[in-house]
């Protein structure tokens, strides 16, 4: 099974933008036919999905989380640039 969770308390720990797992959370849930974005805990799915499933939308799945990773580099390289 694959599941999406627990980056919210990850994002806080580091200062990094919440939003940024909010928006992770939403636009691969909906690469899903039965997932959604849990409407309490928006950084997690609302269930698990199998990995067959992951399988079929893999390239999709890689490619957001490659822009998740670039989303989160400029939010940390933001955080410790000393300019205003």
Not at 19 to 44: C, R
């Amino acid at each position: 099974n694959v599941y999406l969770s627990y980056s919210q308390g990850q994002f806080k720990k580091l200062e990094l933008p919440v939003e940024l797992s909010y928006e992770f959370a939403k636009d691969t849930a909906a690469l899903f036919p039965s997932i959604i974005q849990n409407p309490v805990s928006k950084s997690n799915w609302n269930k698990y999905t199998k990995l067959g499933d992951l399988q079929l939308v893999y390239n999709s799945f890689k490619d957001r989380i490659k822009r998740y990773v670039d989303d989160i580099n400029i939010a940390g390289q933001k955080g410790n640039d000393p300019r205003p």
